[in-house]
């Protein structure tokens, strides 16, 4: 456990609710506790309890010092204990994760005689605002993929796949010690990089076309999300045009995150610099999202309502995608700190453009 559970004790003061139940892994990971499948946290204003079977009685025993454990037998529901500790404490309402549970499960929780409260992006809200200790692990998260981007753009050639590419940049994060990817791995050249989301294939890399790279790595449970573009060779003019137009609206979109802007108002900045170049149209997703243990807000969109505040930590990543030609998009990891952006990523974003090799 860690001071994250006093947010979670805040909210439930706030809504007027007796318990939380936790079920995802990214809370779990919020709170510092065993992330298992068979693991069930119950949070309530003056305890806490891990519901687990016997598979992680002995870790439990050795690392969970703050919770009280129950253990149920492996293959039996984790619903009876459950009900026994709510009816213990007395408890009349129950939050738990609307993504976390299926109908099943939903029409046995309704059997356990207390009142239930389905929360979506409150489990998010939460967790928006990051401490010290949340802003360090993510920059370590960044600095990562910094470097293990640098590291595979020095081994790009001419007739390398694109399956070769997301290979190297998964073993590097191995090798800097990643407890995994932070997401499926973009890899996207020529005409492909015009897919906002395009996993890697057998396409071989060609000179002079976009090589597109979105990835990011989870250290410690904390993640990096980056995209840079690069050329082997010189790009077309019509690739250079768009590169620069999606830079300043990079740019646009850092300066604009700032202490009580509107999220929505965030994406416009970003967007208007590129509809002025003429790309409006190819530019289709949202300006960025919420970063940390995954699933973060805020959202900047073009429907955003979040008022931004300082800690908060989100993706600026701004693109255009050019059908039959190819896409560029450039992703930065920003800190919101002292009212005004800081941009987490060291790796350059000028225009780069290798040598044919």
């Given at each position: 456990?860690?001071?994250?559970?006093?947010?979670?004790?805040?909210?439930?003061?706030?809504?007027?609710?007796?318990?939380f139940?936790?079920?995802s892994?990214?809370?779990?990971?919020?709170?510092?506790?065993?992330t298992?499948?068979?693991?069930?946290?119950?949070?309530?204003?003056n305890?806490?309890?891990?519901?687990?079977?016997?598979?992680?009685?002995?870790?439990?025993?050795?690392?969970?010092?703050?919770l009280?454990?129950?253990?149920h037998?492996?293959?039996?529901?984790?619903?009876?204990?459950?009900?026994?500790?709510?009816?213990?404490?007395?408890?009349a309402?129950?939050a738990?994760?609307?993504s976390?549970?299926?109908?099943?499960?939903?029409?046995r929780?309704?059997?356990l005689?207390?009142?239930l409260?389905?929360?979506?992006?409150e489990?998010?809200?939460?967790?928006?605002?990051?401490?010290?200790a949340?802003?360090?692990?993510?920059?370590?998260?960044?600095d990562?993929?910094?470097?293990?981007?640098?590291?595979?753009?020095?081994?790009?050639?001419?007739?390398?796949?694109?399956?070769?590419?997301?290979?190297?940049?998964?073993?590097?994060a191995i090798?800097?010690?990643?407890?995994?990817?932070?997401?499926?791995?973009?890899?996207?050249?020529?005409?492909?990089?015009?897919m906002?989301?395009?996993?890697?294939?057998?396409?071989?890399?060609?000179?002079?076309?976009?090589?597109?790279?979105?990835?990011?790595?989870?250290?410690?449970?904390?993640?990096?999300?980056?995209?840079r573009?690069?050329?082997?060779?010189?790009?077309?003019?019509?690739?250079r045009?768009?590169?620069?137009a999606?830079?300043?609206?990079?740019?646009a979109g850092i300066?604009?995150?700032?202490?009580?802007?509107l999220?929505?108002?965030?994406?416009?900045?970003?967007?208007?610099?590129?509809?002025?170049?003429?790309?409006?149209?190819?530019f289709?997703?949202?300006?960025?999202?919420?970063?940390?243990?995954?699933?973060?807000?805020?959202?900047?969109?073009?429907?955003?309502?979040?008022v931004?505040?300082n800690?908060?930590?989100?993706?600026?990543?701004?693109g255009?995608?050019?059908?039959?030609?190819?896409g560029?998009?450039?992703?930065?990891?920003?800190?919101?700190?002292?009212?005004?952006?800081?941009?987490?990523?060291?790796?350059?974003?000028?225009?780069?453009v290798?040598e044919?090799?």
């Amino acid at each position: 456990m860690n001071a994250h559970v006093e947010n979670i004790r805040a909210f439930l003061a706030d809504n007027g609710l007796d318990a939380f139940l936790v079920k995802s892994k990214v809370m779990k990971r919020y709170l510092g506790t065993l992330t298992g499948s068979g693991c069930k946290v119950l949070i309530t204003p003056n305890a806490g309890y891990l519901i687990c079977d016997g598979r992680y009685l002995v870790e439990a025993q050795e690392r969970e010092h703050d919770l009280t454990l129950r253990v149920h037998a492996q293959g039996t529901s984790f619903l009876e204990p459950l009900a026994e500790v709510l009816g213990e404490l007395g408890c009349a309402t129950l939050a738990v994760e609307a993504s976390e549970v299926l109908v099943p499960e939903w029409q046995r929780l309704q059997g356990l005689g207390v009142e239930l409260r389905l929360l979506g992006d409150e489990t998010a809200q939460m967790r928006m605002r990051k401490d010290d200790a949340e802003i360090a692990a993510v920059q370590r998260a960044v600095d990562a993929a910094d470097d293990i981007y640098a590291r595979v753009v020095d081994e790009l050639h001419v007739g390398m796949t694109e399956y070769e590419v997301s290979a190297l940049l998964q073993y590097y994060a191995i090798a800097a010690g990643a407890d995994g990817m932070s997401f499926d791995t973009i890899v996207a050249t020529g005409p492909r990089s015009a897919m906002p989301h395009g996993r890697p294939t057998e396409r071989k890399i060609c000179a002079h076309e976009p090589i597109l790279i979105d990835f990011g790595v989870q250290l410690a449970g904390y993640q990096s999300d980056m995209t840079r573009v690069c050329f082997l060779g010189e790009p077309t003019d019509e690739l250079r045009r768009a590169y620069e137009a999606v830079l300043a609206a990079n740019l646009a979109g850092i300066d604009a995150i700032r202490v009580g802007a509107l999220a929505r108002d965030v994406d416009a900045a970003a967007r208007a610099v590129i509809t002025q170049a003429g790309y409006g149209e190819y530019f289709t997703h949202g300006l960025g999202h919420g970063i940390g243990l995954g699933g973060d807000l805020p959202l900047l969109n073009q429907s955003g309502q979040i008022v931004l505040d300082n800690r908060m930590i989100m993706s600026c990543e701004p693109g255009v995608y050019l059908p039959g030609v190819g896409g560029v998009r450039i992703e930065d990891d920003v800190l919101l700190m002292d009212g005004v952006a800081r941009p987490l990523n060291a790796t350059s974003k000028v225009l780069r453009v290798l040598e044919v090799r």
